[in-house]
């Protein structure tokens, strides 16, 4: 069954440096989605993809977040100058069609910022 | 503030026994909402949806009742075990393939052998 696969699965990361998370969503999926989760609370709504474009973006996801689908597969989240508080287990999620309701959820990130 | 949240947040059930998590959501204009599953350092696993215009849903071992009325969804699954163990959230969907999914604070189910 396909899954989406995010890449690394830990990353260690000194605060101020840049980061970039990857995913490969499900082949074939139009919408694309990252997610967070700070430890030990609910999974947050960062972004929504389609077409290149940004669809959606919450609060959190503020001017250090940047999103990009540099080619057919590769879909990645930025995050240009960590803070301690950007750690957290980050989701990518894709969706297969506009009439689809279900979203795909990788295994996740966890970022570690020190 | 939060559309969507859970009654309780730890669940210990027996191995064998039926459970039910309940989830309670405060947008009366929700139209579609989904239980989800996340295992220890996995990501959210989809278990099973329902969307406004049902009452009651069922798949394997797994049913979701909704009431509008009150606003309120649950999760019944039947003969718990130990691979349910896991925290289960409810999570809300605007319609369409674009929407974001709002989750809610999560329920961790402790299956007993």
């Known amino acids: 069954e396909p899954e989406v696969t995010q890449t690394p699965s830990h990353q260690v990361t000194q605060m101020g440096q840049e980061v970039i998370l990857r995913c490969v969503p499900i082949?074939?999926?139009?919408?694309f989605y990252w997610y967070r989760q700070i430890l030990g609370q609910k999974v947050e709504f960062l972004v929504s993809?389609?077409?290149?474009?940004?669809?959606?973006k919450s609060e959190i996801f503020d001017d250090q977040f940047s999103v990009e689908r540099p080619d057919g597969s590769n879909f990645t989240l930025k995050i240009r100058s960590t803070k301690l508080e950007d750690s957290a287990m980050y989701f990518c999620?894709?969706?297969?069609?506009?009439?689809?309701?279900?979203?795909?959820f990788g295994p996740g990130t966890r970022l570690l910022v020190l | 503030g939060e559309s969507v949240g859970l009654h309780l947040p730890t669940l210990s059930v027996q191995e064998g026994d039926n459970s039910i998590i309940n989830c309670a959501y405060s947008?009366?204009?929700?139209?579609?909402f989904i239980w989800y599953k996340q295992e220890s350092g996995k990501g959210p696993q989809f278990i099973i949806d329902?969307?406004?215009?049902?009452d009651k849903r069922q798949g394997q071992r797994v049913t979701v009742l909704l009431n509008k009325t009150v606003k309120h969804l649950s999760l019944q699954i039947a003969a718990t075990q130990p691979g349910d163990s896991a925290v289960y959230f409810c999570a809300e969907k605007g319609s369409g393939g674009y929407q974001k999914v709002t989750f809610g604070t999560g329920t961790k189910l402790q299956v007993i052998p």
């Open positions: 999620a894709s969706t297969p069609e506009r009439v689809s309701e279900t979203q795909y």
């Open positions: 947008n009366s204009a929700s139209d579609y």
């Open positions: 082949s074939n999926h139009l919408y």
């Open positions: 329902i969307r406004s215009n049902m």
């Open positions: 993809f389609y077409n290149n474009e940004i669809s959606e």
